[in-house]
């Protein structure tokens, strides 16, 4: 069954590429097309200014709660109010410097979906477990505690996998290692959502590697990091998905 191509820029803590908003307006590279779905995750404050312009975003982060005693963070409610239509689940940044556990992160994922934001769950795999043979079990772990706290069916769910070696490192999965990986995640979705979830690949993604990474079977997309902060290299890896 044909998944429409996701590519998600997501900018973490950078300023909007200067050019972004401006390209923007024009209809590209940021701007979604007939047959690809483009995303952007700039930072909090530029989240109005991406709307204006009429990008699709996201945010790269929410609380579950709707509101409350939670300093400095945003809820997933007042993310979709302010016109967010994605948001990040669990990227390995926000594992890292922010403790987030799998439990915690299928919360995000099941508060997102309540409330219409489509998430994207990030899981990948350290250099050492990788190392260790171990990448199947935590990339399992990571996924099926989500799943199993689901309530609803997760229809609009985003899975992205990004092995942690791979970020922002240079480094890629070869094509042939990541379809692997993502015939595993697709093998471990409920049967009825198996074959419309689309499974992003991210980790040092750039238009050199773009075009292989994509022809890939299961793999439906990039999730960009370095990549998408200049307006011509993401053009270019937009350009792949063609
Ligand atoms: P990268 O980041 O493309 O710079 O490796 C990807 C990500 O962290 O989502």
Same mark, same amino acid.
Request: overall charge negative.
């Given at each position: 069954m044909a998944r429409t191509k996701?590519?998600?820029?997501?900018? @973490?803590?950078?300023?909007?590429?200067?050019?972004?908003?401006?390209?923007?307006?024009?209809?590209?590279?940021?701007?979604?097309?007939?047959?690809?779905?483009i995303v952007a995750f700039p930072c909090f404050l530029d989240l109005h200014q991406c709307i204006a312009h009429g990008l699709v975003v996201g945010a790269q982060c929410g609380r579950p709660e709707p509101s409350g005693a939670f300093t400095g963070d945003v809820s997933m409610q007042m993310l979709k109010e302010a016109g967010c239509s994605y948001v990040l689940c669990g990227h390995s940044e926000r594992r890292k410097y922010h403790g987030e556990t799998d439990a915690f992160i299928a919360e995000q994922v099941a508060a997102a979906m309540k409330v219409g934001l489509t998430p994207i769950l990030c899981i990948g795999e350290t250099d050492?477990?990788?190392?260790?043979?171990?990448?199947?079990?935590?990339?399992?772990? =990571?996924? *099926?505690?989500?799943?199993?706290?689901?309530? *609803? =069916?997760?229809?609009?769910?985003?899975?992205?996998?990004?092995?942690?070696?791979?970020?922002?490192?240079? @480094?890629?999965?070869?094509?042939?290692?990541? =379809?692997?990986?993502?015939?595993?995640?697709?093998?471990?979705?409920?049967?009825?959502?198996?074959?419309?979830?689309?499974?992003?690949?991210?980790?040092?993604v750039k238009s050199a590697n773009?075009?292989?990474?994509?022809?890939?079977?299961?793999?439906?997309?990039?999730?960009?990091?370095?990549?998408?902060?200049?307006?011509?290299?993401?053009?270019k890896i937009v350009g792949a998905c063609h």
């Open positions: 996701l590519i998600a820029a997501n900018w @973490k803590m950078n300023p909007t590429p200067p050019t972004a908003l401006a390209e923007a307006s024009r209809g590209e590279p940021y701007a979604s097309s007939h047959d690809i779905d050492e477990e990788r190392t260790r043979g171990e990448e199947f079990s935590v990339i399992k772990r =990571q996924l *099926t505690t989500v799943l199993s706290k689901l309530e *609803t =069916q997760a229809t609009q769910l985003v899975i992205a996998y990004e092995p942690i070696w791979a970020i922002g490192s240079g @480094k890629t999965a070869t094509p042939a290692e990541a =379809q692997e990986m993502h015939a595993f995640i697709r093998s471990l979705l409920p049967e009825n959502i198996r074959d419309t979830v689309r499974i992003l690949y991210g980790g040092s773009a075009q292989e990474i994509l022809r890939q079977p299961d793999i439906d997309g990039a999730l960009v990091g370095g990549a998408s902060l200049d307006p011509e290299e993401f053009r």
